[in-house]
């Protein structure tokens, strides 16, 4: 069983001060209390001096979660903002959550409850897009799968039927999914409160075991790929997948702030230089 304690929250940052605030302040908002938060900031002028992020910073720590602020750069790709990130992690488990993620009140205490039960490397929530909230997609929803007896790794790969679970994750799918999956209630009790699912891989919300994710190499690829690239979370948590497993937990309790990338340039993808290369 894991607590808040054994929790940092690393959050990657650059040129999103009002985006990163109300991560923050999801973040202050949180039941659970006592996680620590790191921010990574690759912005030209620094974060901490934006008032509302520092309010939400001060709100964290009022509440008995201390928080980090450090200016890092110059910018050299996400993968190394990853990595640096992962090097200033002390606890035994690490949250990446993107700046533009949105938190409900239960979410840490779930996430810690799901990777205390499941004992996998890593476990995370999939982004509600909700400007898509009335936008259904069956043929996106067909790769669905519970873990019904425990997390086991799986190799997933391009091409493969698991590779395309990725579609899950699209628009407000998860919302759709929990909607159509979700388990009828027997005399009255209260459905359970998470449920895992097989992936391809999840975006802006993973709570990885900190040693095992140091173990697969982390973000340490960082060196071998161009600075401007995309998809350091999909290699490091195939690699994570493919020793000790990972799920996703419906229903999804991160919504996606829906701001334009950070990351517009995409053409160089770290599968092509880290899994295609191995």
């Known amino acids: ?49 934006d008032g509302l992020v520092t309010a939400a910073a001060r709100i964290l720590e009022h509440r008995g979660c201390p928080v980090t602020l450090v200016h890092h750069v110059p910018p050299r790709g996400m993968a190394e903002q990853r990595a640096f990130l992962l090097r200033h992690a002390e606890r035994r488990l690490v949250l990446y959550l993107d700046d533009d993620v949105w938190l409900e009140p239960e979410a840490i205490e779930v996430l810690l409850a799901a990777i205390g039960r499941l004992r996998c490397g890593f476990v995370g929530f999939g982004l509600h897009g909700l400007s898509y909230r009335d936008d259904v997609r069956p043929h996106e929803l067909t790769p669905y799968e519970e873990w019904t007896d425990g997390v086991r790794p799986e190799r997933v790969r391009r091409g493969t039927a698991a590779w395309r679970r990725h579609t899950l994750h699209n628009a407000s799918n998860l919302l759709h999914l929990d909607e159509r999956t979700s388990p009828a209630t027997h005399g009255g009790g209260a459905k359970p409160p998470w449920r895992p699912y097989k992936v391809a891989w999840i975006g802006g919300c993973v709570l990885y075991d900190r040693p095992r994710l140091v173990e697969c190499g982390g973000f340490d690829f960082w060196t071998g790929v161009p600075p401007h690239h995309a998809g350091e979370d999909v290699v490091a948590q195939l690699r994570v997948m493919e020793r000790y497993g990972g799920a996703g937990l419906l229903p999804s309790r991160a919504y996606h702030l829906e701001l334009p990338t950070t990351v517009a340039d995409r053409r160089a993808e770290c599968y092509d230089y880290v899994i295609d290369a191995s």
């Open 1 to 49: 069983m894991f607590v808040p304690s054994d929790l940092d929250v690393l959050v990657p940052t650059r040129d999103r001060s009002g985006a990163l605030a109300v991560t923050l302040s999801g973040l202050a908002a949180q039941t659970a209390s006592g996680f620590r938060v790191v921010v990574s900031d690759q912005s030209p002028a620094a974060v901490s001096g």
